[in-house]
């Protein structure tokens, strides 16, 4: 995969990572039937952070951000996310999840609403905001991801990329404090994917705490503050992006960035 | 420059597309006129049509609209001079016009006939706001709510304080569960408020009718069961087991995708035990086991033990429907859904059922339809619906060897019935479509 450019300044201004704990994760385990997905996953996200995960298919990555608003279960260990422990408790996972927004590879719009009914739905229901208000809350950020003339015609009308800007503005209308990216550019055609990156950046440089699996390696080194390597099921390798691209230590992190940046 | 080189200085602009393959011409040209061996299918059909329509229309218009009996058809018919091979050849259609209202209405009493009538009235003004939501302010839906109360009442008559101690269930049900839910757990208070309506229907709700009766007695007159019968009957077996297998239905569908044992080994027993038994088995045990098993002197309705297994039948089949839908969502829809922090009801509800059901418009409608035509097996438990008057007028002196006329006319009664509820259901696809998924 080549490396696509990032044509732009950022803005590192408001890019500050805080004291705060967003998600601490210890001892985490994660079994499918008898396969040791997940292996004692121990990572701590300070609020502000971007932290882009990357590694081979099948290594985990997008199991281990799952798990974080329960659409997967973990067998053992301890999530705690903003403060609220992720256990068996109905209640914990949905005020969890209203506080974390998922964008996901297929976008999982709503295909029976209009663009902003899929906005305002959880704002309504879930948070119980007005009507007027959610309405006025999903234009602001249908603005931001810039489609807000889309905003009554159907997820089916519209092309992928602009379709995943949707789902990121949905997400944003629960504001959210943590946002997780599950590939949200691997389904994309080249041309759209830089409409999609733009959008995220512009998060990141609003502060946003970020969880990304992608294979951008470009918005990794531009974007992220910390890059985490994943392989079968563990953490092999985190670093700073710098030096995690310029000086990698372990061969399985060589290996795999001679794959995809070698050519 | 190469001579392989090309580039494009001006884009091309649209062109209209050549006139043969447009307008009316073009379609026949494309669909009956293709080629030659097509050119001769298209002649051999229209020669059938033909053909078919040739022998049945002098059948159908017929002068025979005022016969009196079988043989005065055959007179009218032999003066008129159509007489084939086998006697005459025309319908009789005199039994229409003197038995029509008895196919409607059955030996309902026919100074009471603007009951049934007005009852399906304001059905139509009931579905309205349900069938097309688009069209009819939504406020309407209250009298939908409240029909389910009126139609009993119009059809079978007597206390107006039978059908609002009935309502009154609803609402005691409904305080029982706000007042539960909101100090302890909403399963508590579905719980509880169940139990309290059950409470009020089967043992309070007789006292207080019968107490209200005694003050003010308003009512009209009592029609009982065994004089309903004709399309009358039909529809009403229908339009119950229509309207209430689709709730149910979609309980027991999600009951059978339920994480809960208990709540799916039901649902699945259920519907498998319904799904493994015939119609008529169910039918005759409404009819006449049901009795054994009840307490000597309860007299539970015929109709309304037909009504309640009718409607099991159809919530077995319609569950299965509606499991097919589910499972054609995209598991995505469900993360989407549980991603944003809506819980089970809310996905269900918002997210999940709207899709799922749009899937299953054509399989539900089917089943609807299927249910509607199953109602003539009633007449084998001796109901008389249209199928059981048939059979009750062929036995009459008058009319013994009439055949096609009657069926023909019942068969195109229900065909109305059907062809519109497929017509609907075409409507509604068409108005549910929002693009691709």
Not at chain 1, 15 to 23: G, L
Not at chain 1, 121 to 144: D, Q, S
């Amino acid at each position: 995969m080549s490396e696509l450019a990032i044509d732009r300044e950022i803005d590192r201004s408001k890019m500050q990572v805080s004291d705060e704990i967003a998600i601490e994760i210890t001892n985490m385990n994660k079994w499918y039937g008898a396969f040791h997905v997940l292996r004692d996953i121990n990572l701590t996200v300070n609020q502000g952070e971007r932290i882009v995960i990357a590694g081979p298919s099948g290594s985990g990555k997008s199991t281990l951000i799952r798990c974080l608003n329960a659409l997967e279960e973990h067998q053992q260990g301890k999530i705690v996310v903003d403060g609220t422990e992720l256990s068996n408790d109905l209640k914990n996972i949905d005020k969890i999840r209203s506080e974390v927004g998922m964008v996901f590879q297929h976008f999982n719009l709503f295909p029976h609403l209009t663009i902003l009914e899929n906005c305002t739905l959880a704002p309504i229901w879930v948070r119980k905001t007005p009507r007027k208000e959610a309405e006025e809350t999903a234009m602001h950020f249908l603005e931001k991801v810039k489609i807000p003339e889309q905003a009554n015609k159907y997820p089916g009308q519209l092309s992928g990329g602009q379709q995943q800007r949707v789902a990121i503005a949905r997400s944003l209308c629960m504001r959210p404090r943590i946002m997780l990216f599950d590939e949200p550019t691997s389904a994309l055609d080249p041309e759209m994917i830089k409409e999609v990156l733009d959008t995220m950046i512009e998060l990141a440089e609003e502060g946003m705490t970020m969880l990304c699996v992608t294979h951008e390696m470009g918005f990794a080194r531009q974007v992220a503050n910390r890059v985490i390597f994943m392989d079968a099921g563990q953490i092999v390798e985190q670093n700073e992006p710098e030096e995690f691209f310029n000086n990698p230590q372990s061969e399985r992190t060589k290996l795999f960035l001679s794959q995809i940046l070698g050519h | 420059m190469s001579d392989i080189g090309f580039v494009r200085t001006e884009m091309l602009p649209e062109r209209e597309p050549p006139a043969s393959t447009v307008g009316a011409l073009g379609w026949a040209r494309a669909n009956l006129f293709s080629n030659w061996f097509n050119s001769i299918l298209t002649l051999a059909s229209l020669y059938a049509i033909y053909a078919i329509l040739a022998a049945i229309l002098p059948w159908v218009f017929s002068p025979t609209w005022n016969g009196a009996s079988l043989n005065n058809c055959r007179e009218i018919l032999t003066a008129a001079g159509s007489v084939g091979d086998h006697g005459t050849s025309g319908a009789c259609w005199g039994v229409i016009r003197e038995r029509w209202i008895q196919l409607l209405f059955g030996f309902y009493p026919s100074e009471l006939y603007w009951r049934p009538v007005l009852a399906f009235i304001l059905l139509g003004v009931a579905l309205a706001p349900v069938l097309f939501s688009d069209n009819v302010p939504s406020k309407m839906l209250i009298f939908s709510a409240l029909y389910p109360f009126i139609f009993p009442w119009l059809l079978w008559g007597g206390t107006i304080w039978g059908p609002i101690a009935a309502l009154a269930g609803f609402v005691l049900g409904w305080v029982v569960y706000s007042a539960v839910s909101k100090t302890m757990s909403s399963l508590m208070g579905i719980v509880l408020g169940a139990v309290a309506a059950l409470v009020w229907w089967l043992l309070l709700s007789s006292y207080f009718t019968g107490a209200l009766n005694s003050i003010l007695p308003i009512g009209i007159e009592v029609v009982e069961s065994r004089k309903f019968g004709g399309f009358m009957l039909s529809i009403t077996i229908g339009v119950v087991a229509i309207a209430c297998s689709l709730p149910l239905g979609i309980v027991l569908a999600l009951g059978r995708q339920s994480d809960l044992m208990i709540v799916k080994y039901i649902c699945v027993g259920f519907i498998e035990f319904i799904r493994g038994v015939p119609l008529i088995t169910l039918l005759f045990v409404a009819s006449t086991l049901l009795n054994i098993f009840m307490p000597p002197g309860t007299n539970f309705d015929i109709i309304l033990r037909v009504l309640i297994m009718v409607t099991l039948f159809a919530a077995a089949y319609m569950a299965e429907v509606i499991r097919g839908g589910l499972a054609a969502l995209p598991r995505g829809q469900y993360e989407g859904a549980d991603s944003l922090g809506l819980n089970y009801w809310q996905a269900q509800r918002l997210v999940i059922m709207p899709q799922a059901l749009k899937i299953s418009i054509p399989g539900i409608v089917s089943t609807f339809i299927g249910v509607f035509k199953d109602t003539t097996l009633v007449s084998i438990i001796g109901l008389l619906d249209p199928l059981g008057l048939s059979n009750a007028i062929r036995a009459d002196a008058n009319w013994n060897g009439v055949v096609w006329e009657l069926y023909g006319f019942i068969a195109l009664l229900f065909f109305i019935f059907c062809f519109g509820m497929s017509r609907y259901s075409m409507y509604l696809e068409r108005k549910l479509h929002t693009g691709h998924r």
